[in-house]
């Protein structure tokens, strides 16, 4: 078996581990890191989770690299200093006001790797070298234009010239895309608007192909910042590598009702297939929300059609890595904590508040799964 996955209890913090290794050189790991006392200060948790992770590396993530990190914190503006003072840089570093729903102030969330090269490209964008490819990862970039639509076509096009720096394009390269929205149901819609007309120009349409993402609601430490967005793209790897999913029987076209991204998207490596599942909620094929309501049900149908974007990239939920779970309602956590803790105990994830893009949404679920494939055993083209 090429997974592992365990909860390893530290000194006032507890952490999921999800560990990839088919025996090459490169080894994944997926980590989520929690404090266990809500009644210790901010710094005391952050304290916590950095010796956590600390502690995780000179131990069982001993060699592993961080290549992406993602800090969820309860009140940016007075948080989010902290942990900049304390980071050293060493990845690509998002930071977004999501309040864990446990009761805590902060959680993390950390990708890793060993057997890579890691160094900030002149384009500013992290790049993590392995062989033929390099990873580019970017985080809470942001700006301070006038209204969220002119701050997330800045953004893109910030974003595009990047990529251009480091010979790439959003069209071929990007694989993933996260937008986090201040006042999701007021300003997603500049996002959204922002979002079709670059990606039209850049030849991202219904007829070829978008990014999978999440829009989702976050916020920054200085409130003037509407929109954040984190990326991901790859260069040196060619479209036959990069596949979209669509599960056709339980989820439309985001087209359908007006937005470009992509269900989910996976990449075939030649001994390997990273999956990235966007934002799912609870949906239909006719792109109407179900069981409105009902936040059980919702929750169901949300794992449902996540299930079937897996089984089209030949994954189970024993392949999926992490997730991140986002609730419009802190009343809801209780009920949906227990659901998540029977159904996948030791998984690394976190719930935090966070409206969806649609109020009739009361939840959904984002994910990355990794597995090896027999198809991925051959040379790519």
């Not at 390269?173 to 608007?193: E, P, Q």
């Not at 998207?265 to 966007?278: A, C, K, L, N």
Request: glycine share 6%.
């Amino acid at each position: 078996m090429s997974y592992n996955q365990q909860t390893i209890k530290l000194d006032k913090a507890h952490a999921e581990v999800y560990v990839f290794d088919n025996g090459s050189k490169v080894r994944e790991a997926q980590v989520m890191i929690h404090a266990d006392n809500i009644g210790m200060t901010y710094k005391e948790q952050l304290d916590a989770i950095l010796d956590a992770y600390a502690s995780l590396r000179e131990d069982l993530l001993n060699g592993y690299i961080a290549v992406f990190k993602r800090y969820y914190l309860s009140d940016a503006a007075n948080q989010a200093e902290m942990v900049y003072a304390r980071e050293n840089k060493e990845c690509a570093l998002s930071v977004v006001e999501q309040p864990p729903l446990d009761g805590t102030k902060i959680a993390i969330w950390v990708y890793m790797m060993t057997g890579v090269e890691t160094r900030v490209s002149e384009s500013g964008l992290y790049e993590v070298k392995q062989g033929k490819y390099r990873h580019l990862w970017n985080g809470s970039a942001y700006n301070m234009a006038a209204s969220s639509e002119y701050q997330a076509h800045h953004l893109l096009e910030e974003y595009i010239e990047q990529l251009e720096k480091e010979g790439c394009t959003l069209e071929k390269n990007c694989i993933r895309t996260w937008f986090f929205v201040a006042n999701v149901d007021l300003n997603y819609g500049g996002v959204v608007r922002a979002r079709n007309h670059v990606f039209f120009h850049q030849g991202l349409t219904n007829q070829t192909h978008f990014i999978a993402s999440t829009g989702i609601g976050g916020r920054q430490a200085d409130p003037n910042v509407l929109v954040q967005l984190d990326n991901y793209a790859v260069e040196g790897i060619s479209k036959e590598q990069i596949k979209y999913l669509y599960a056709p029987t339980h989820l439309n076209r985001t087209s359908d009702y007006g937005v470009s991204f992509e269900r989910g998207t996976y990449v075939d490596y030649e001994d390997r297939r990273h999956v990235f599942i966007s934002g799912t909620a609870s949906i239909d094929n006719k792109g109407m929300v179900v069981h409105t309501g009902d936040i059980v049900r919702q929750t169901e149908r949300m794992l449902e059609n996540i299930e079937v974007l897996l089984a089209e990239a030949e994954c189970t939920w024993e392949n999926v890595s992490e997730m991140s779970v986002y609730l419009r309602d802190v009343a809801d956590y209780g009920i949906v904590s227990r659901m998540f803790a029977e159904r996948f105990p030791n998984k690394p994830y976190v719930i935090v508040l966070a409206p969806v893009c649609r109020p009739g949404w009361l939840i959904e679920t984002e994910c990355m799964a990794i597995a090896s494939h027999p198809s991925c055993g051959h040379p790519l083209p």
